[in-house]
């Protein structure tokens, strides 16, 4: 009997879930081309490109969605955790508290609760040079 190294079978693994990531955002995008109009769709199609990594197309997938429904509290969330990704902490924290007011999510909150201290010093710091 043959024992594989655990860390290869770690690596396969890993390589199979971003394969499969990257096949569910392919099929957000041929579903997004039947029905452009439907916010829910940018939303999840931005929700894969944040566990890519890809926190650009993620906004752009987000704003497309706010512009469509205003009211979804999905795309400010993961329109917030993508600027966490970019650290851009203020914008975070305003979308991450926009989604809790349209729609509480304990994710969202305990996300908020990481970038607010961030996004508080940045504040602060722009306060003493104005």
Not at 29 to 53: E, H, W
Request: aromatic content about 8%; hydrophobic content about 40%.
């Amino acid at each position: 009997m043959c024992k594989q190294d655990p860390s290869i079978l770690h690596i396969k693994e890993m390589c199979f879930l971003r394969e499969w990531v990257e096949s569910m955002a392919e099929r957000f995008t041929d579903t997004i081309k039947l029905n452009p109009r439907l916010a829910i769709l940018y939303a999840k199609r931005a929700s894969v490109f944040v566990k890519l990594q890809k926190p650009n197309a993620a906004i752009r997938d987000c704003d497309r969605a706010i512009e469509i429904n205003p009211d979804s509290a999905q795309p400010y969330e993961w329109r917030g955790k993508a600027h966490k990704l970019l650290g851009h902490w203020e914008e975070a924290a305003h979308d991450l508290a926009l989604a809790c007011n349209l729609d509480y999510d304990e994710d969202a909150s305990a996300r908020l609760k990481e970038v607010q201290p961030r996004a508080q010093k940045i504040a602060e710091h722009w306060r003493k040079y104005e």
